[in-house]
DNA sequence: TCCTAAGCGAGACGGTACGTCTTGTCTTCCA
DNA sequence: TGGAAGACAAGACGTACCGTCTCGCTTAGGA
């Protein structure tokens, strides 16, 4: 066990290397211009090692970001339901927060720089949050919208949003990005929920 | 002229023929799995002769992307400002059915498929053409909120709500995603429009 | 006949252009490295005329060098024998005085950078000089040698000589060399001419 | 130790099957005709990898030509000297040998079929030899005449005749070809290394 | 003197080979 | 035994020439 243990400090070490190589190439230069040997050098590992643990590139960063979305989002989840259920003001906060803290990843991933990949991981992950906070708010009724196109105008916007946010440098507050984009989805939202069922019947 | 017309007939034959190809590869696989060889020989071209006319894959899809989008921009332009102007209710009608008309196309650069780069300059021309409008629309006065991030939050929930039409297969009209994606927006940017200062002060 | 006066004046401007570009182009740099573009480019003319004249770059060498050392070799040809005949002590030395005034046209060929295809032709054509020149010499009974291997011989060891001569800058006279030349190839072919039969028999 | 041998083994097999490969393509056509992909694959080893060991086709040959080259040289020499200083009657039997017994290779290169670089090489090489020799044996006061000079003759003569014997499908003997051309450059040499003073001043 | 067939330039095109790069597999050694 | 080192096959890359071709321009010579 002993023995084990010990392997797998090194595995797991290797591992956490070949992801931080990743990140720090992926600050500097686009996502798809890196390679292999790029990742494996700047882990100071063998090439032939990298293959030991990954498959590819594309794995590499799919192992480590399914964790790290599934993290945030277990992180989010809790504190937007209860900030919706506790009716605090500006749930959406700690999202805000959240990129406000890791700004330099978020800037890759929003840019375009880090592939498609990650964006469209990233991109679900908001989409499934919404999703679930979505039916949590209509929880009374059916909405006559579908819930899936409601998410995906909420993600959509959100991210576009913090996009905009980041390409100017953050340089309104993490609590106005929150209230405004809060101001604009709210009535967006409601109103949805709230048409009566003529306007369905017209327009579908 | 007739002579250049003429030797041009050639070159722009070449080229029309390099770029189906690439959009016709593009709708069976991912861009990245699509080499410069897939592209010359399915178009019937020697490879040699793809690097005569465009320095990569890149530069074929970018060059003519850049074409079609601002062609489409030029055309539904006017449109969206006439549709507003004359106070028609659903003026992005004209965006749903140009996307309805080429949905394959659409569905392979909203899903990714088609790399970053395409995707990021499509939206970049939807958040283009969205900050013109709005700005014509709050003509009257400054808006208390930026342009810019009003057109990013507009663009982003426009496309992210395409992405949801084309992956449920279309099944509603794009008469429904108008109505639907209108009836959202508009208290969106009406509402900030119209925020007092007060509010503005307090979250600044 | 007039018909062709018109065609010929245009061709062969443009042949002898492309044939002036070819060589000066081999003082400089290896023919090897030498391209079709190169001497287009160089006689300022159309690579697709080029096309229009010869078949590739050897066969404008060829069609050339041909002509020109046929000409040499018809121009020494009766001078050699003459020199023969009339018991000259030096007759070789037409030949010196021709490399003399050409030298860098045969240090080019002889140094190799001319590739093997010019060397080969002039090293036939010393070759077939000589057969003539030997067969002539021996008229009186047949040679107990091949004349072919005689020919070969005083063939490589003059060009090897004259290799020598050119590699040192031609400090010697021409008329040492063909002195020289000619106290070493003498002996040679006069041993061999009268060797008895029983060294032809003790040997062969 | 061991260990570098046993990496060396691939590598050293793969060195020796290329040259192999291009051994044996240049016993069936031109060495301008071969390219790295037909010696690749005649050694059944990947394009890339060729260029592993060499810069490109004429790195190939020459590394092992040079080698083989030098080898002979080396054997030849004490060969030479001692049937020389032993008043061998034909020192010269062992370079004809050594031709019989590669007579394909050595066909390829005289007929400039290997390019000049190949031919060249061995040029240098017989003339290098000659040089040493001639040297050694005038050992006891100046030669008259510049020893660069005789060693050209020698070896142009030499390398002519061979090139005659193997055109001639090498009817005659080994011992026949170095009779002859022993009988043939003796009395140059020997002629010349006597030439009085006189001649000398009256040529030169 | 005008007309007309040629020679010619320009350059697109399909090919082929180049030398480089990256990938993923494999083998050998070392710690 | 896991990892480093690196040989190797495969195959795409972008470049360079090749030889063929089509297109108009020009121009020399016979009408």
Redo the contacts between chains.
């Keep these: 066990m002993a023995a084990i243990k010990k392997m797998d400090r090194r595995v797991l070490r290797t591992r956490k290397v070949l992801y931080a190589a990743l990140l720090e190439l992926m600050m500097k230069r686009d996502y798809?211009d890196i390679t292999v040997s790029d990742i494996a050098d700047c882990a100071d590992v063998g090439r032939a090692t990298f293959y030991l643990h990954y498959k590819d590139k594309d794995d590499l960063l799919a192992s480590n970001l399914e964790g790290m979305f599934v993290e945030i989002a277990e992180r989010i989840r809790p504190l937007l339901h209860q900030a919706i259920m506790g009716g605090q003001p500006l749930p959406s906060i700690i999202i805000f927060n959240e990129v406000d803290q890791n700004a330099p990843l978020y800037q890759m991933i929003l840019s375009?720089?880090?592939?498609?990949?990650v964006?469209?991981r990233l991109y679900q992950t908001v989409i499934d949050l919404y999703e679930e906070v979505i039916q949590a708010l209509i929880v009374g009724g059916d909405s006559p919208?579908?819930v899936?196109?409601l998410a995906?105008?909420?993600?959509?916007?959100?991210?576009?949003?913090i996009?905009?946010?980041l390409d100017?440098d953050r340089e309104?507050s993490s609590?106005?990005m929150a209230?405004?984009?809060q101001?604009?989805?709210r009535?967006?939202?409601m109103?949805?929920v709230m048409?009566d069922e003529d306007?369905y019947v017209n327009?579908?």
Excluded at 152 to 160: D, I, K, Q, R, T
């Design positions: 798809n375009g720089q880090g592939g498609s990949v964006w469209h919208i579908e899936g196109l995906h105008y909420a993600a959509g916007s959100l991210l576009s949003s996009k905009w946010w100017n309104r609590e106005y209230a405004v984009w101001q604009m989805i009535p967006s939202i109103g949805i048409l306007w327009n579908k």
